[in-house]
């Protein structure tokens, strides 16, 4: 949230402008790097714990939501691309000081909020990759005449749903297990 | 219990993969959807990008704009984001720097960064979500967390976060990003099992940890973030919970809500559960005194994970129904109760030889 200081800070105080206006800079604005909030704007906030509607009254509760930490894990026997085991430090629970450092790893998507993420272009290669192998299949048996070019589009679809149905497949019009089998290409 | 995982047929990926199923049309689209194209008995046919993405479920399972993560060699999807459910949890990380003795996951060495996919599957959530953050313990990641927190904040400004953590690792200056992030936006579930600093140490099992933890209290308190404190309910703390309480309403009286819990019997918590389940169906009174004395002083009370019937009729009010969908159950014996659509039930591992002796249907 920029922050704006106001040449006539009564204006705010007179509350022609939110504290936290956005607004088209008037003339004479400086503009503020990193105010903080004032203590005022930190404490009188929105918080978004509602047990009940008054502090007073709680015959009726409504908790959205409750969680504890169990259950469940991603763990993967096969997947260990992005496993970090932290280096230089050690887990000693009874070891009488804080030795654990968390090691973050570097960012790998701009740590500015509101910018892209990191996009992530390893399966879109690899899909692209076999589509391209499956429309030169296509091609090469007469189901294909359009463009290789990585892409399933309404043409590609067609073809391998008349694929699909001369191999006695199920007919979907996409890229199955089957159809890969089939046509002899390996997704590995 | 909801399965969390759906068996998947095997997709050439060489990277995680977020998808959200479409079954119906959406006002809002995305290029992570994946459309149905076709159901047989227990399973669904999704198209993503031309490919088919075979899904194994019963037909009456909701999977309409569910997000799913699918990661390379595994068989089974994912769920990370359930459309239909209150209780959606994302899992930063396994590890941890306590080693509590009632902990329900006990922390493992390393660490599966996933914070790319949680930022995608955030913003394919349902509108108004309010999503849970838990580990192990997420601030040992606190810079990726803040990142998927604060670009989530700008690309969904309706999302909220509930975010379990020990509050161990936060700095002053972390404060300032927090403020980014919107203090609005993030309850913090913050654990805290004594008033005295040695027995609460003791129960986290690290030395120094009451003492940082009340530091870091001071900071959030500072910051007008939005804390839900949290005490488990075991014999190691039972007579002491009238001093935490006192504790609390004169030191902490700014959190949002002080919740008392009952124990989960899994990991530590199974291991442990003898010497360390107390059976508040047969004595409440040292949490009677703890709850009156923190009412009367104005701090918001609530009991987690109470059955109904194993609290004292005029505590009932302080006990909603918080254990998550999926790993919820209902006793035999709760068949003839008329308070069940009110009441948590049990946790799925919750063992009755070994649990409360006081249920009875109401």
Not at chain 2, 332 to 348: L, P
Request: hydrophobic share 40%.
């Amino acid at each position: 949230m920029k922050k704006r200081l106001f040449a006539i800070p009564s204006f705010l105080a007179a509350g022609f402008l939110p504290a936290k206006a956005d607004a088209v800079s008037p003339a004479g604005v400086v503009e503020k790097k990193d105010a903080p909030a004032s203590i005022f704007e930190r404490l009188h906030l929105n918080h978004i714990y509602s047990l009940a509607a008054h502090r007073s009254h709680s015959s009726h509760r409504s908790h959205s939501s409750h969680r504890s930490s169990s259950g469940g894990s991603y763990a993967a026997p096969r997947y260990n691309r992005n496993i970090t085991s932290t280096p230089n430090t050690t887990i000693l629970p009874n070891s009488g000081q804080n030795v654990y450092q968390a090691t973050p790893d570097t960012p790998v998507y701009p740590a500015v909020p509101g910018q892209k993420l990191k996009v992530l272009p390893g399966n879109t290669d690899k899909f692209r990759q076999i589509v391209i192998q499956v429309q030169t299949a296509l091609s090469l048996y007469g189901y294909y005449t359009g463009t290789i070019d990585g892409r399933i589009g309404p043409e590609s679809k067609v073809a391998l749903a008349k694929m699909q149905e001369a191999y006695g497949l199920k007919v979907t019009g996409t890229i199955t297990p089957e159809v890969l089998n089939a046509l002899g290409i390996t997704a590995e | 219990m909801i399965d969390l995982r759906l068996k998947v047929d095997p997709l050439p990926i060489v990277e995680p993969l977020v998808l959200r199923l479409c079954e119906r049309d959406r006002s809002e689209h995305s290029e992570h959807d994946a459309h149905l194209i076709g159901r047989e008995t227990g399973c669904r046919e999704y198209e993503y990008l031309g490919f088919s993405v075979r899904i194994h479920a019963s037909d009456e399972l909701p999977l309409d704009g569910d997000v799913l993560m699918i990661l390379p060699g595994q068989p089974s999807a994912h769920r990370l984001i359930r459309a239909t459910s209150m209780h959606n949890t994302l899992l930063i990380t396994e590890q941890c720097d306590q080693l509590c003795v009632m902990c329900s996951q006990p922390p493992k060495k390393h660490h599966l960064d996933f914070f790319d996919q949680f930022a995608i599957a955030a913003k394919l959530a349902p509108s108004g979500a309010y999503i849970g953050i838990s580990g192990g313990e997420p601030l040992l990641h606190k810079a990726r967390l803040f990142e998927f927190l604060a670009s989530s904040a700008v690309a969904r400004p309706d999302l909220r976060f509930h975010v379990l953590t020990n509050a161990q690792h936060l700095e002053a200056e972390d404060m300032k990003r927090l403020d980014e992030i919107g203090p609005e936006r993030v309850l913090w579930g913050i654990p805290l099992y004594a008033s005295d600093s040695k027995l609460h140490d003791e129960i986290v099992g690290k030395r120094g940890a009451f003492h940082r933890l009340e530091r870091n209290l001071a900071f959030l308190m500072r910051a007008g973030a939005s804390v839900e404190l949290r005490t488990v309910v075991m014999q190691q703390n039972w007579g002491f919970l009238p001093d935490l309480a006192n504790f609390v309403a004169n030191r902490l009286p700014f959190v949002s809500v002080w919740a008392l819990m009952q124990l989960e019997r899994i990991g530590y918590g199974r291991m442990n559960w003898r010497n360390t389940f107390k059976d508040t169906s047969t004595e409440f009174s040292a949490l009677k005194s703890a709850i009156n004395m923190a009412v009367a002083k104005g701090v918001e009370v609530a009991l987690y994970n109470f059955p109904l019937c194993s609290v004292p009729p005029d505590y009932r009010q302080f006990a909603p129904s918080t254990i998550s969908d999926w790993k919820r159950k209902f006793l035999h014996v709760c068949r003839e109760c008329s308070s069940r659509s009110a009441c948590g039930g049990f946790f799925e591992w919750y063992s009755h030889d070994e649990g409360f002796e006081g249920i009875r249907p109401l």
